[in-house]
């Protein structure tokens, strides 16, 4: 529709997770909850900084660095341990991936977006069903020629994956070069991750049907405590699917967009990495000059305080070591409050099963809760979270979880 007067756009609706925070902030009741937002907090919920990164930031500082521009594709030396850091330097000595700094992994997922509309020209796209709620937005926005499609994922009878269904429907719908995007781990909403063995199942559909795999990868470290394991899947899909020893009919190409936001704290500093895995033996140059092209024409070039505190975390062993010990704890804390959680709804006989709460990983639990019960939440006890029943862990402390738990049994 073509408007001729700016006065004519309608009002469109904030973004549930923003919209949560700002209600929340209004809020002056001293108990009120946050569990909207996808972010860490402390014991104490409050926001954390990393002690690695607070190191990080010393150093830099002491260094008096200037605030010269990056090249476009980025800080090249943080690129390196960003790409070394999903990939494993063993298998990362490939000259077949091509890294690109983006604006986090919301800049990422738009790159690899607009990249393969423009480039690839898939039909579709498939997102699981639930997803982070942006993956309508950005391939609406940024490929609007390519058709969204959902593939299930959650089955709400045993609150685990659907995978019978997600597998049959990429096997029955999916055409050769359509895209689909998969959660490297802890998915975001549901905290449900696929086997090992689903995985291999799932790479197997990707390879016989030639789909484009776009990996978003916004919790490394958050699943397992370990940032390698949580990388086990994008490791498996290149060595599989895109090394010389595999099979070289696959697919045109993988993405992994990856934010570095969680799991280095660095959330507003908007630092992620976009990687696009191509055939081997393929000349990269042409991919790389075209992903350059999109990086100028909407960022000139990418901002640089992030990649340097990574690049200096990620560059000084002793400094890795303690990063790895951060993402551990921030894992183990949610992990933590899970267990909580789940003892309290128990020991106060909450009507029904809470175990799924203690088994979903990463940052979230995908409550089951109905967007009745939640408004409700809201409304009664001001506790904030999705209508979706998503609820962010780390909100939870030791000082509120009994209220929390309380005021679920007084929805249900
Ligand atoms: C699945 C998923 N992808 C990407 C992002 C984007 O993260 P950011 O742009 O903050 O790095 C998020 C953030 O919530 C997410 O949950």
New binding site residues.
Partial sequence: MAFTNLGDLPVLPQPESFALTAAYNEDTFPNKVNLGQ?VYRDNNCQPWVLPSIREAEQTLHNQQVNHEYLPIAGHAQFLTKARDLLFSPAIASQDNITSIQAV????A?HLAAIFCARNLRPKNVFISDP??D?HHLIWEIAAPNVTRKLYPYYDPCTRGLNFDGMLSELEKSAEENDVVIL?ACAH?PTGIDPTQDQWKKIADAVRRKKLIVIF?C??QGFASGAADADAWAIRYFYTTLFTESSSSTGPAGMFV?Q????NFGL?GE?I?ALHLITPPLLPTQGAKAHLVRLVRAEISCPSLFGARLVHTVLDDTELVSKWHEDVKTMAHRIKGVRALLKSELETLGAQGDWGHIEQQIGMFSFTGLSSAQVQQLREKHHIYMLSNGRMSLSGLDEGNVAYVAQAIKDVL
């Fill in positions: 996808g986090a992994g919301t800049g997922n997803t982070w942006n959660h975001n978003d916004a919790y967009c934010s570095l936001s969680k959330y908007r992620g």
